[in-house]
């Protein structure tokens, strides 16, 4: 059994690793030049300070998802291990909360502040946003599944044991 929950463990801690490492991968290539009306306009993730946490959160997730697979489960390690899950599951949904929130005001504008819409000048810099979006919270999605199975581990044989 508990190998079991090791190889599960493993399994899910990679899989945040890969979508978190994908999503920052795609976001880091966002990249697109345009001319708008005879002026020349670059978009890039690197000029939003939304997207570079986005990129700085997701490679912090990749690499801690790596590390935390050397962790013994059942070790004190362990319980340390599920806060720090915690602390990085955070960091990971404000990363895609403030990305999904800049990235909703280039797609649609503001028409309250009166700030004009741009993915219909750079559709394939928005793309690749759009797929670091869908990257990023899939990888969210396994983190919590992660934390969810890592915490039904740590809390069983405190709950079961007579």
């Known amino acids: 059994m508990a190998k079991l929950s ?26 697109e030049t345009t001319s708008f009306f005879g002026i020349e306009m670059e978009a890039k993730y690197s000029y939003t300070p939304s997207f570079i946490f986005f990129v700085v959160a997701f490679a912090v997730g990749f690499a801690y998802s790596l590390l935390v697979i050397l962790v013994r489960p059942g070790s004190t390690a362990s319980r340390l291990v599920l806060l720090s899950d915690v602390v990085v599951g955070m960091l990971l949904a404000g990363a895609v909360a403030a990305t999904g929130a800049i990235a909703d005001v280039g797609k649609n504008g503001n028409e309250h502040a009166g700030w004009l819409p741009i993915c219909p000048q750079v559709r394939a810099y928005c793309v690749h ?29 405190l709950c079961c044991s007579h």
């Open 6 to 31: 090791r190889l599960i463990t493993a399994v899910l801690r990679l899989a945040v690793a890969g979508a978190a490492a994908a999503a920052a991968i795609i976001m880091v290539t966002s990249h």
């Open 129 to 157: 946003v759009e797929g670091a979006l869908i990257a990023g919270f899939v990888s969210l999605l396994i983190h919590f599944l992660s934390i969810m199975y890592s915490l039904h581990a740590v809390a069983e044989p």
